[in-house]
């Protein structure tokens, strides 16, 4: 047998060899391109973020108040002191005075000049073209504008066509607001208008906004848009000066048939006198009794029975007639008590102004000059005063025939 000898096995260590070559620094390599990169990438989306929110608190009001509201909003919508005036409409209106009504108000530069005629007034707006008609009368017991008073807000006032809207108070005044619609009206020209009625004791101011039909088709819509500058015209009236109220004296005529009411500071005189030449039928004289009533250059006149007997008044409404001799007269003040519906109209001469008073009853066909207990006329001044005329119609109304 062959004797072989074992060749020697390997020794493998447990130990690692260690190059002799020295290593870098782990520090010293090169760093991986990717992490630029990446560094970039965060350091844009950074800027971008700031870049939003920058936007974000930066953007105008408008497009906030789309969203959830901020406190932005607030501060730049804070209201300047400039736009205070636009709360008074009435700044820059004219102020229009009634020295005969003893009244004024203010309204609109649009609206015309006031003319006159048959004692009212009349004004129109160049805007809207509503007109304004301002009158004065008596407080009685049948006429539309009195009886509004007495209605409540609602109510239909003497027609279906007048209908009670409001209670006011307009310069510490007790006053109404009615409409009166007339557009299905076939006699007249249609219409439709909103009237403010004032109460002074016994006289009543009318202020009627209206328009008709011949100044457009939508009326009705028009006065009721306006209605807004009609009671800011009305915030504004005043009286310009104060009713002075005295004692009544009542007084029994001579004839003992007839009274009539008058205020204290009026002088009276009943005297009766021959009413002319000429004796009557048994050779007597004929006679009549004039009652004056007078104050400063004031004076009622009423004279009953007349010689020559009444006259026939004639107006628009009840046209002359060739059966009837008489006067026609073109405007006229009216006023009504107890059925008894008075005309007043002028009669002029150089030096004062004279009135006489038609009147007719309920149901009568026309006008007469009777009126009271006689035929009554006025006389006054050239340069009158409304509110003694007033009061001289009043003493009128107040006369009275009891047997």
Known sequence: ?????????????????????????????????????????????FVAVLYLLYLNFNKSPAIISTS????????????????????NPITGWKTYTNSEFGISFKLP??????????????????????????????????DVYSLAFSKTVGQSVVSTQNTKLADKTIDGYPAVLMSMDYLQDTQDVPSFSYVYVIKDGTSL??????????????IKTNILN????????????????QQITTSTKHYILKDGKSTVDYPSDWQLTDKTIQQNAELDQNGNPEWSQEVSITK??????????????????????FPKNDSFVGTEYNSYTEFTKNGTIYRRVKTSTAQTQGWTVCSK?????????VSGFGNTTYSTPLQYDEKTLSTMDSILMSMQITN
């Not at 906004?209 to 939508?218: A, C, L, P, S, V």
């Not at 807004?228 to 310009?240: A, D, G, R, V």
């Not at 009622?300 to 009444?310: E, F, K, T």
């Open 109 to 142: 530069q649009t609206w015309s000049q006031f003319t006159t005629s048959g004692g009212e007034y009349f004004s129109k707006d160049s805007d809207t073209k509503i007109n304004i008609r301002l009158s004065k009368g008596i407080l009685t017991s049948s």
């Open 296 to 317: 400063d250059d004031y004076t009622i006149y009423s004279r009953n029975p007349l010689a020559w007997g009444p006259d026939v008044c004639f107006f628009a409404d």
């Open 68 to 87: 959830t509201p901020t406190t932005v909003i607030i501060t730049t919508e804070t209201v300047s002191p400039t736009a205070i005036p636009i709360t």
């Open 1 to 45: 047998m062959e004797n072989t000898e074992p060749k020697p096995v390997p020794i493998i260590s447990e130990t690692p060899i260690i190059s002799e070559t020295p290593l870098k620094p782990i520090e010293s390599l090169p760093k991986p391109k990717n992490n630029r990169i990446f560094i970039i990438i965060i350091a844009i989306l």
């Open 205 to 218: 101011y009318t202020l009627d906004f209206w328009q008709d039909q011949t100044q457009g088709q939508n």
């Open 226 to 241: 306006n209605e807004s500058i009609f009671n800011q015209i009305l915030s504004t009236f005043k009286f310009t000066d």
């Open 361 to 369: 009853q309920s149901g009568q066909n026309g006008f007469g000059t």
